[in-house]
Each structure stands twice: as C-alpha cells, then as structure tokens.
C-alpha cells in the first residue's frame, strides 16, 4: 500500500542546513494502523508531510501502491491528494461556521457529484464515526472527541487508500483519546485502508498494528 524508500529530507536554516530525515524506509499495509513515535522535534510532521505530498523530501520515493508520489507533479499531484489520502489535523481543522454534516462534505467539494449525493455520503461517514445524530450541530456544539470524529469522517468520506493523522489525540482527554483509537482501528479495518498516525502519546501505541520511532532523523527498529 504504503512504501516508502530512504527519505531524506534538510531545511536552510539561518544556522545551516538542519537534516530532519535521514534515509527513512518504511512500508504500510492495507487494513493497518500504524504508528511513528518520537519525542517533539524528532521529524514526525515533515515526514507526514512528505508523504501527503504538502512538502517535497530531497531525496526518496514514496510508492502508494503502483503510484509513484515523489515522480509526480500539479496537477496530478492535486489529484492524488484530493481522491487518495485523507489527513486529520491535530487541532480538528473544522470550519465554524458549517455544521458537521456540511464540513465532511467540504471533501467531496471537487468531486462531480451532486448535492444529495453529497450529502447522503457525509451522513454515512458520519454514522461511521457514531454521530450520525449530531449531523447538524455546529463544531462549537461538539466536544473535543466528537469534533476529531467529525475530523475523522471527512478525512474517510472520500474513502481513500491512505489516512495520514498528526497527532491527532494531542488536544483529547484520556477517555476521548481511547475511544477515538478505538475508533481508528476499527474504521482501518473495515475501510482497508493505511492509517498512519504520528504521535508521542503512549495510549496510541497499545492500539498501533505497527510501531515506527524517529530518532535524529532515523527510524530505529
Ligand atoms: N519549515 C521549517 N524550516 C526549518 N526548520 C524546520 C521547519 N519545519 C520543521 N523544522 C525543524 O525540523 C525538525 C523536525 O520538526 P517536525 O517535523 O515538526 O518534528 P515533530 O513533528 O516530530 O515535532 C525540528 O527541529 C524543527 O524545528
Ligand atoms: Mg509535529
């Protein structure tokens, strides 16, 4: 599903260039919720970002099955992020002034699909998700859990191959963050897709089919 092949990745700073990636290799499989650990700073964002294809790695494939990202450019680019891979944010990303039934349907803005149709398939993710009855409250109506919720079904309403989350338990209580990982899992399973969370929360590794630590830079094994 997911392989990724010696990322490296350096930023231009003003005291130099600072190597983030260092030759990162990994693969994901379809129905697997995978996990990248390690401490604030360690790389986690910009490897998440890498392979969303909202940063570019100076070195490094990265396969979505028989699709090579790092070959692509706009607007294929575009394409890809638009129909294959759906991202959660940490801080939910919900916009306040649509409800949670018009927020998922946001994903399905480009797609050629109609109104109704658009709707009925926001309103199945979010019965997916368990909030099929808050459909039209608004993100300041919500908890924190169930706004990640919201989060999490407009990021698989589109039914991508490939889920990217940063650190998305980091503003959810313990209770919100053990139902949410509940949740993932199972949503990974019965989707079939790749879930790739980065996290330094120890509750997500108990949940986690795989485990990858950044270290400098490195995945350690
Ligand atoms: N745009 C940028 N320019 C320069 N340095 C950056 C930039 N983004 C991140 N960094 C640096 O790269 C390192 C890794 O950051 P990040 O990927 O955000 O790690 P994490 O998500 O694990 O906290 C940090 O030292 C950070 O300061
Ligand atoms: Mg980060």
Redesign the pocket.
């Known amino acids: 599903m997911l392989d990724v092949r010696g990322l490296t990745k350096s930023?231009r700073?003003r005291a130099g260039s600072?190597t983030?990636l260092r030759d990162v290799s990994f693969t994901v499989e379809r129905s697997t919720l995978a996990a990248v650990i390690?401490p604030?700073?360690?790389?986690?964002?910009?490897?998440l970002n890498v392979i969303a294809t909202i940063d570019r790695a100076d070195a490094g494939q990265i396969w979505l099955d028989a699709t090579p990202l790092h070959c692509l450019v706009e607007p294929e680019l575009e394409i890809v992020r638009r129909r294959d891979v759906g991202i959660v944010f940490q801080d939910f990303g919900l916009l306040p002034a649509l409800t949670a039934a018009e927020n998922v349907e946001m994903a399905l803005l480009m797609e050629d699909a109609s109104r109704r149709s658009r709707r009925a398939r926001a309103l199945e993710a979010l019965d997916a998700v368990g909030l099929a009855d808050h459909a039209n409250r608004f993100p300041h109506e919500l908890s924190g859990g169930q706004k990640q919720r919201v989060g999490i079904a407009r990021a698989l309403v589109k039914k991508p191959r490939l889920v990217l989350a940063d650190e998305p338990t980091a503003n959810l209580d313990s209770q919100n963050a053990l139902a949410l990982l509940t949740l993932m899992q199972r949503l990974t399973r019965e989707a079939g897709i790749a879930f790739l969370v980065?996290t330094h929360d120890s509750r997500l590794l108990e949940a986690a089919d795989r485990r990858f630590t950044?270290c400098d830079g490195r995945l350690t094994p």
């Open positions: 930023y700073t600072l983030v390690g604030s700073g360690s790389g986690k964002t910009t490897l980065a950044l």
